[in-house]
Structures are given as C-alpha cells and as structure tokens.
C-alpha cells in the first residue's frame, strides 16, 4: 500500500516536471545566444491550445504535439522578427507575446473547454507500463522520454558540437562574433525557433498529457517558473534537469498534501510554494558572487550589425 | 600578368561613405610580399574602415581591391580568410569565458577535431617562439596573451597577409618588443603586414613603407626610416604639431594631496585588491601613474573619487583635511574632482544633454542648484562655456553627450571640471582614443591647471602621455604602487620593467594566473 502510493506521488512528480523541463531547455538554448525571451509562458498557451485542437480534429496525439511544435515556432519568429530583425526591446517584446499568446489561446480554445482528446498510448507493453512497481520506470508518456532525451542532446550540442560551440560564442560577445564572420542573427533566429517549439511541446504536455483537456490559462504560471530555472541551473543542462524535477516535487507536495488532508497551513500558502520557491532560489542565486559571470554575456543586448 | 602582379595587394580608389561621413575617398595603395606597411593617421581618419573593406567585413562602394594582381570581391571575413588574410583587431574579438582552444576553434573554418587543432596550435607556438596554454580561459590572461590568442588564431592559417589594427595600445614596452619579433619573423617567411597605428617611432621602428591617410583620403606615402616622427605627425594632422608648453623650472608649493596607506579590497571574480598605496602631490605638480591595464587603475580612481570609500579618514587628505571616508559629492565640494577612463556611462550619461550633464558633476562648486531647483540658465550658461573654452565641436549645450565623437566628449568631460578650478584632479586615460589635435589641447589644459597650482593625478597607460606631461612618476602593479620617480631622470627600460611586473615575465605570468584559477 505505501509504496504504491510512493511511487504514484513519485509520478506525479515526474508529470509536472516535465512540462517545464522542456520549456526551460528551449530558453536556455535562447538565452545561451544571447536572446532573453520572456514570451515562453505565452508560447506554452498557443503550443497548449493548438495541440489540443488538432489532436481533437484529428484523432492524432501524436499530429497535436507537432502542430504544437509548429505553433509555438511561429509565435517564437513574431518575437524574432521584433526583436532580431527590428531590434525591438527584447524584455517588452517577450511580455507582449506572453499577453498575446494568453489572449489568442482564449479566443481559439473558446470552442473546446469542456471536450476530451485520445492520449498516447504507452510506448511500452502493458506487461511493463501498469506493472506496480516498473512503472516507474516505464509509465510515462513518450513526451516525458523525449524530455530526458532532449536534456542530453541539448548538454551534447553546446559542449561538444562546432554549431554549439558558435552559439554559445554568438551568446557571449556578438560583435566578436561577427568580426570572426558568423551570421549572429541567423544563430538567434535558430536558437529562438527551437526555443518556440520546445515551449509549444511543453505547452500541449498540459493539454495532451497532464490533464488532458483544455482551459483557459491552462499552464498557470508555469512558463514564469521555467525562464526562472534557467538561471536557477546556471545555463547548464544538467542542473537544468535537477532544479525541473525539485520544482515538480515542491508542485506535487501541495497536491498530495491537500488530497491528505494536511491543514497546519491554509491550502492558499500551499498552492503559492512553487512560486514562492522561485522568488527564494533567485534571491539566493542573486547572492552568490559568481552567478554574474555565468549568464551570457550579451543576454539581451540587442545586436546591430554594421555594413 | 600584368605588372600589378608585383603586389600582394592593391587598392584602386575604394570609396566608402556613411550616412554624413565620407570614411574612406578613393584611396589607393599597394603592399608588397613581405612588406611591413603602415597605415598612418588620426582617429577618424578611416583607416578601421579600409581594412575592415580588405577584411571582407564591410563592402567599399567603389573602387577595387586587387590581390596578388587579380581583382576580387571580399565578401566576408571566411571569403578573407580563405584567400589567406588575417586579421587582428584592436578590440579583440575574443570570447571571455570560453578556453583559448575554443576561440581558435572559433576563428578557424574547417571542421578540425580539437585534438588535431592543439597539435598545430602547439607547432604554431614552437614555430615562432610564443608561450600560451590552450587550456587557460581567456578572462584569466593578461592583455598580451589575449593578443597572442589572436595573432595564432591568424597564424594559423598560413596567411599571406596580416592586418593588425593598433595592436600596441595596450602592451608593455617589453610585449612590443616581442610582438615586434614575431612580425619580423612572419615578414622574413614573406608575408606582408598591413599595420595600423598612431605610434610614430614604432612605424619608424617596424614598417618598410608607409601610407598616410587624413579625413578618408590619402594624403601621402612616406619611407618611414627616412622621416622624423615630427615630420610624420604633420602629414597626418596636416599642420604644424602643437608643442606642449611646459616651463622646465617649474615650482611646486606645499604637499597638497596626500594618499598615506590606502588599502581597499577588491570587488568581484576580477576586482584587484589596492595594497598600502602611499603617495604625496604637491601644488602645482602633475603625478603620473603608470601601469597595465587591469592593474588596479579604475579600483584607484573610484577610491581617489570617492566612489569607493576608505575605511581610514586619514588615508586620503586634501590640505590637510582628511576626506577618506566622505563620498563623491563632498570631496567634489573640498574640491576634489575626478575623470573616469569610461566617457559614456560613467563620466557622462550618453542620453543626456551636455548641459544637464554639467549639473551632474559641477552644480555645487558652481551655484546651479538652489533649494533643489536647478538653474537652467547657469547649467547651459556653464556648459556653453566649457564647449567654447575647449572647442568641443558640439551642436551647443542642448546636444546628448551620446552624439558627440569620444575625442569631443572628452574634450567636454575635461573641461567641465577643470573650469571648476578643482583643487586637485584625478584623471584616468584622458587621451585615450582620441586624435592627436585633441590629445594635444588636453595635455595643454593639464598643464595650465598645474601652473594655477592644482595638484593633478594622472592615470594612463600611455607612456609617452606621462613623460610629456608628468613631474613625478610611480608605477602600478597587481594593486600596489612602486617608489616615485622624477620623470626628468626615469628610464623607460625600469618602468617597463616595473609596469610588467609579473606581466612581463612569461613563467611569473603562469604561476600568477594559475593563483588567480584556482581561487
């Protein structure tokens, strides 16, 4: 009996802390460039909205979760265009696009609160999958493997690989960059595509997943939480997949904490905690000495080329 | 082939304009196989801007360049590089966080494994005796070693052509002289060098011909072994160079500025601790500072200014009056005024108006503020003033201090407080990147404060700035100050010395990085 409802509480963790694992790697690889895209929460929304839809269109999970992908890619080029293209102010831009995604998903999810999709059928045999302790292992969504997969890749990509080595050198001095001859804009663009379809994937694990359904502001905060872990884990992808896995535990406490009846504290300070964690972690990190040398150095600066 | 083919490079009326700037107008010149070339002239004079057209960086809007006698078209720095130019930059273009290894990587085109890019890295090194550690991230190196980063990331690919853009401005006496060695060395194996400087006796020194450029335009050819750095300076200003005046007996009146014992800890990853930095300015004399950068200047300056503030009262007197631990304000009012080696940012808020700007610093010793209020009339009154007295060209007192080019805006910075007649003056780099014209005016309004018996600190990096001007001389090193020495009998070899420090000797260099890695 405890140790079903240890591992049960042990995969809840794991469900709500994929979703900002995966939207937290898009950032860092964007903000490893040199770009500070606020917009990951309204990305979430559009990838959340659009994947919900079409899986309900479709029948098609698995069609839901590219549509996502695309979407939150074009959200992430509207960003691009203003502020890699035009140059606009890099923090007002991605506040904008958290209002218009949160705005646009209202308007096109209007017609599906309430309804429910298919979800993905386990990629595992049921032997494994609904076993009562292998499920831990194997339980998950194909989402949440991807998620694990991508945080390896991503590490791979900006340590040993020559287009990871340029964009982190893009991220660090611009105009060393494009002195040596490299397309800084270009890598941006890159970098925030793949940013937009990391949060669009991460967006549509809420409404394909987690709950699955679709409300209005379905994803609740949590695109804020994942832009506050990339600086929590340094821009490293490793600690990236620790401090997603701590929020998620600190998330499932106060579900299970409700569900068991706890109520030394009221259930309001309880819902706050993954929030009130992230403003700790950040006071925290803001104390450390070092922590400035760790953010790229041209995060959010605008980069102008000369001709 | 034609007869141009004699050249490694040729350049036929290249033309570019910016938007009110006419950069470079139909320059024309051509350089040797093995030829050290110079290109001489003012800032603005637009000599960044050709080579960044030879360096595929920019595109000329006319003319044409032609390498080794065929007419290419440079399109980018890959295309430059691939056609065997090198370029270093004055501003490196080097990655502070990131290991030496990986900025060549960067700079190299092939896909190479970094194995096999250590190797010839190694070679490189052996090849033209350069000491560097591959492994070593680049914000724990001095200056020089940075520079070296760059000079193998263009080695390496075998060019034939080397542009280095000011690549001494920030190098010891002892660090020209090896980077002096090296160039021959290239030069000897044939390959021409494009180098860019203002240094007079250092062309006359390296350069076999040189190529003179004033307001874009060529405006001669000289050999530089047969020209006076005198007569060189003129081609360049075109004019006759204005002669500091200087009397040789000057007199000094009583100790007036006194720093006894200052110690303050250094900020940061990067800060430099000041150690015990003793040293007495009397009236009327001017107290140079010499040193590399990175030494401990910019922690002294904002603990002579107030900006950081002593834990002793006693550390830091003006006439007697102890201001250690007073902040900028106060000691502006004891009349204590400082200049910072950053124009935009920290000696003036680019944004502002040159007027508002004047508030900033002068509104106490110059009445602009009453009961909180400031007296517009008397900030543009003063600013207008400051703009005439020191020919800032300017719009007027309404124009931002971002507009103006930064020879101008620290012509304005300068005069702002030397019309305040401080009592003493604490300047950081004041000629730094500015023209000779205005360098020249700046040094003179120095010495003028000087001989109205002011005390003045003088931070620079600048050798020949502290001989020229200086009475009495002291070098900086890792936070501490050396013994002071009277200009009249210094010698450069033992302040070269004395500057280099650790910096100078390679093995010292590596322990001492090494100290700051681990920590």
Same mark, same amino acid.
């Given at each position: 009996m405890n140790e079903t409802i240890f591992i049960s509480i042990l995969m809840t963790v794991v469900g709500a802390s994929t979703p900002i694992l995966l939207a937290a790697l898009g950032e860092l690889v964007v903000e490893k460039s040199g770009v500070l895209n606020l917009g990951v929460e309204g990305m979430m929304l559009i990838g959340a909205v659009t994947g919900f839809a079409v899986t309900s269109v479709s029948g098609s999970p698995l069609l839901g979760v590219l549509a996502a992908m695309i979407a939150g890619t074009l959200a992430a080029m509207i960003f691009g265009y203003l502020t890699l293209s035009l140059t606009a102010n890099q923090v007002a831009t991605g506040l904008a696009l958290t209002i218009f995604g949160i705005g646009l998903s209202s308007l096109v999810g209007e017609g599906y609160v309430g309804k429910t999709v298919d979800i993905f059928d386990s990629i595992f045999p049921a032997a494994l999958a609904e076993h009562s302790f292998l499920r831990v292992l194997f339980g998950y969504s194909p989402v949440v493997y991807f998620s694990i997969f991508m945080t390896v890749a991503v590490a791979w990509f900006l340590k040993s690989t020559r287009p990871g080595l340029i964009l982190r050198a893009v991220g660090e001095s611009d105009s060393s960059a494009h002195s040596i001859g490299y397309s800084v804009i270009g890598v941006r663009y890159a970098a925030v595509a793949f940013g937009g379809a990391m949060a669009g994937i991460a967006g549509c694990y809420y409404s394909l997943v987690l709950t699955p359904m679709w409300a209005e502001q379905l994803t609740a905060g949590r695109g804020w939480i994942a832009l506050a872990l990339v600086v929590f884990a340094a821009w490293r992808p490793g600690r990236l997949l620790l401090g997603a896995y701590l929020f998620g535990a600190v998330m499932t406490f106060e579900l299970h904490a409700k569900a068991a009846g706890f109520s030394l504290v009221a259930p309001e300070f309880l819902a706050a905690m993954p929030y009130l964690a992230t403003i700790l972690v950040l006071a925290l990190i803001s104390l450390?000495? $070092?922590?400035? $040398?760790? #953010?790229? #150095? $041209?995060? #959010?600066k605008p980069f102008k080329p000369s001709t | 082939m034609s007869k141009s083919s004699k050249y490694r490079l040729e350049l036929q009326g290249v033309t570019k304009q910016f938007p009110g700037v006419l950069a470079n107008d139909q320059v024309s010149f051509a350089v040797q196989p093995g030829e050290i070339h110079a290109l001489l002239g003012e800032n603005g004079a637009g000599k960044s801007t050709l080579v960044k057209m030879i360096y595929g960086v920019m595109q000329p809007d006319a003319g044409s360049i032609v390498w080794n006698g065929e007419k290419v078209h440079v399109a980018n720095p890959k295309a430059a590089r691939k056609m065997g130019i090198g370029m270093v930059f004055q501003h490196f273009s080097l990655f502070e966080a990131m290991t030496v290894l990986e900025n060549i990587a960067l700079g190299m085109d092939g896909g190479m494994s970094q194995s096999e890019l250590e190797t010839k890295i190694r070679q490189v090194l052996q090849h033209y005796d350069l000491t560097l550690d591959p492994h070593r991230v680049v914000s724990t190196l001095s200056v020089g070693e940075r520079q070296r980063i760059e000079i193998v990331r263009a080695l390496l690919l075998e060019p034939e052509l080397l542009i280095m853009d000011e690549p001494t401005s920030v190098l010891t006496p002892q660090e020209v002289a090896q980077l002096f060695d090296t160039l021959r060395k290239l030069s000897a194996r044939g390959c021409s060098i494009l180098y860019i400087s203002h240094k007079l006796h250092e062309i006359k020194e390296l350069c076999d011909g040189a190529t003179i450029l004033r307001g874009g335009q060529v405006v001669g050819e000289c050999n530089p072994r047969q020209e006076t750095s005198t007569s060189m300076a003129e081609m360049m200003i075109g004019g006759n160079l204005k002669q500091i005046e200087k009397g040789d007996s000057r007199e000094f009146g009583d100790a007036k500025f006194v720093v006894d014992g200052l110690s303050v800890e250094g900020e940061g990853d990067f800060g430099v601790t000041l150690n015990d930095i003793s040293f007495t300015v009397r009236a009327g004399e001017i107290f140079g500072i010499a040193g590399v950068a990175g030494n401990g200047q910019n922690e002294l300056l904002l603990a002579l200014g107030g900006e950081v503030r002593a834990s002793v009262a006693d550390t830091i007197k003006l006439d007697g009056k102890p201001l250690g631990t007073l902040g900028t304000s106060l000691r502006r009012y004891f009349g204590l005024c400082a200049v910072p080696e950053?124009?935009?940012?920290?000696?003036?808020?680019? !944004?502002?108006s040159l007027s508002d700007n004047a508030v900033l610093t002068a509104r106490n010793r110059q009445d602009m503020v009453r009961w909180g209020i400031i007296n517009a009339k008397t900030a543009t009154g003063y600013a207008s003033s400051v703009i005439e007295e020191f020919s800032v060209k300017a719009t007027g007192p309404s124009a931002t201090a971002g507009s103006l080019s930064g020879g101008n805006l620290q012509k304005f910075i300068m005069g702002r407080e030397i019309m305040q007649v401080p009592e003493v003056l604490i300047v950081s780099q004041p000629t730094w990147g500015v023209d000779a014209g205005a360098a020249a005016a700046i040094h003179q309004a120095l010495v003028d404060l000087a001989d109205n018996g002011s005390a003045i600190v003088l931070i620079s990096q600048d050798l020949d700035e502290l001989l020229a001007i200086a009475d009495e001389l002291a070098v900086i090193n890792e936070g501490s100050l050396s013994k002071t020495m009277s200009v009249a009998d210094a010698s450069i070899d033992e302040i070269g010395l004395l500057m280099g420090g650790?910096?100078? !000797?390679p093995v010292a260099t590596e322990k001492q990085t090494e100290k700051r890695h681990v920590a």
């Open positions: 450390r000495k $070092s922590s400035g $040398s760790q #953010a790229p #150095a $041209s995060l #959010a | 950053e124009r935009n940012g920290h000696g003036a808020v680019p !944004d502002f650790v910096h100078g !000797d």
